[in-house]
């Protein structure tokens, strides 16, 4: 009996460390995102590969303070910014829509900044351009949104739709969609 046992127990441990060796970049993945740095999956944009960089600034967010997203599309195989992006932002926190606009950077980088404060529903501080369609920001500042956002804590998610690349006018057939929970603490 127990020469059965051990031969069950040594296939039982080698099976579940041969499925954890085939998991584990995705653990990796999973752990990165909870940090600050949330590095996507990269999406097919026509011949090309893109990769979503995202940070949250502070790391660890808390309500009524300041919050800042830095996020970039990548061509993964040359690693440059893919040029003029336009993404359509939502924030919702417990199914509830808090903001949605659009916004459109030139040379890749995207800065926003929600400042918490009594403005309702939102007031957003920056160019709204035609062409594109979206707020720019000003010369690499970021774009100040100032609201009730991030004023309460909760999980919240954002999500970021890139709806157009390459010019200020050029829309893509099928938006390319990143999701993101963001935890806000007390």
């Known amino acids: 009996m127990s020469k059965s046992f051990s031969k069950t127990s040594v296939f039982v441990i080698i099976l579940f460390v041969i499925v954890l060796l085939n998991n584990m970049s995705y653990i990796k993945v999973s752990v990165g995102q ?8 990269s999406a097919n944009l026509g011949d090309r590969k893109a990769l979503l960089i995202f940070k949250s600034e502070p790391s660890q ?6 919050v800042g997203f830095n996020f970039n599309l990548k061509d993964n195989d040359t690693g440059n910014n ?4 336009t993404y359509l932002v939502t924030l919702m926190r417990e199914g509830q ?12 980088n995207m800065s926003l900044l929600f400042v918490p404060d009594g403005t309702t529903p939102y007031k957003v501080g920056a160019n709204f351009d035609g062409l594109s369609a979206s707020y720019i920001s000003e010369f690499g500042s970021p774009i100040k949104i100032n609201g009730p956002l991030f004023a309460t ?18 829309f893509l057939p099928v938006p390319l969609k990143f999701d993101f929970s963001i935890p806000v603490r007390n």
């Open 61 to 66: 967010l808390i309500s009524g303070k300041n």
């Open 34 to 41: 909870m940090g600050r740095d949330h590095n996507m999956p």
């Open 97 to 108: 829509r808090l903001f949605t606009e659009t916004v459109h950077t030139h040379d890749g």
């Open 153 to 170: 804590p909760g999980n919240y998610s954002l999500s970021l739709e890139v709806t157009g690349v390459d010019f200020d006018n050029l």
């Open 82 to 85: 893919i040029l003029h992006v």
